[in-house]
């Protein structure tokens, strides 16, 4: 089974700190998401990475940056956070983007980080 | 761009009574087709996918989804449901491309004892 590992269940930053969520998969998965959840606003894309120091920026990357040093680390950066962030966020890894190496194959999540910004 | 609409924001389903989730999506060629389940306080498990091929697909727990090209619906049902399916429930599709999945916003599925 693939297993994704977000570094905090639950998070408490203030205003203006540097926030840093981490995500670990063991699969050697090329593809790895960020996505936040909010309520009546389902999830939506922050970033993806579809390669070690590669990064796209996906629906909502404003406020946000992305880092993947190694191929089974991705983590999401808060440059300076703010209250409008608060909310779930989540990790996601895929095979591959590729059909041929399985891009079709579903995305496997992470259990989330609900983070709070006080 | 695609998009994934589910039309109900909250269903109430009594327990042992049938279930449909609808999910309309919108693609301009053959999508891949997702549904998530979500229990509280948890991410999102995969129920069910839908590449080609037979237009109904099984999933774990006793789901299962119906693809219908002429309606670009693709819903789920379950004949009987358990209190245990109480959860959120997302429909998600992919297009061609590198990123990630487009999701609908999610039916809260409630059950009545």
């Known amino acids: 089974d693939v297993k994704v590992t977000q570094s905090s269940r639950y998070l408490v930053k203030r205003t203006g700190e540097k926030v840093f969520l981490e995500c670990v998969q063991d699969?050697?998965?090329?593809?790895m998401f960020w996505y936040r959840q909010d309520p009546g606003l389902g999830l939506r894309l922050i970033y993806f990475?579809?390669?070690?120091?590669?990064?796209e920026k996906g629906d909502i990357p404003e406020g946000y940056s992305v880092s993947r040093e190694k191929k089974e680390r991705f983590s999401l950066i808060l440059e300076s956070a703010s209250t409008n962030q608060t909310s779930m966020y989540l990790c996601?890894?895929?095979?591959?983007?590729?059909?041929?190496?399985?891009?079709?194959?579903?995305?496997?999540f992470g259990d989330g980080t609900r983070l709070s910004i006080l | 761009a695609q998009s994934v609409t589910q039309p109900d924001i909250h269903i109430t389903v009594s327990e042992g009574a049938s279930l449909e989730l609808r999910c309309n999506y919108s693609?301009?060629?053959?999508?891949?087709l997702f549904w998530y389940v979500q229990s509280p306080g948890q991410g999102l498990q995969l129920l069910l996918k839908?590449?080609?091929?037979?237009?109904l697909v099984q999933g774990i727990k006793g789901f299962e989804a119906e693809f219908k090209r002429s309606q670009s619906s693709f819903n789920l049902r379950k004949p009987s449901v358990h209190w245990s399916d109480a959860a959120e429930y997302f429909c998600?599709?992919?297009?061609?491309?590198?990123?990630?999945?487009?999701f609908g916003k999610g039916t809260h599925l409630i059950i009545q004892p």
């Open positions: 839908y590449f080609s091929g037979d237009t």
């Open positions: 699969m050697d998965h090329e593809n």
């Open positions: 990475s579809y390669d070690v120091k590669m990064k």
């Open positions: 693609y301009g060629a053959t999508p891949y």
């Open positions: 996601a890894t895929q095979i591959s983007y590729r059909v041929s190496k399985g891009g079709n194959q579903p995305q496997h």
């Open positions: 998600a599709v992919r297009g061609g491309g590198a990123d990630g999945l487009t």
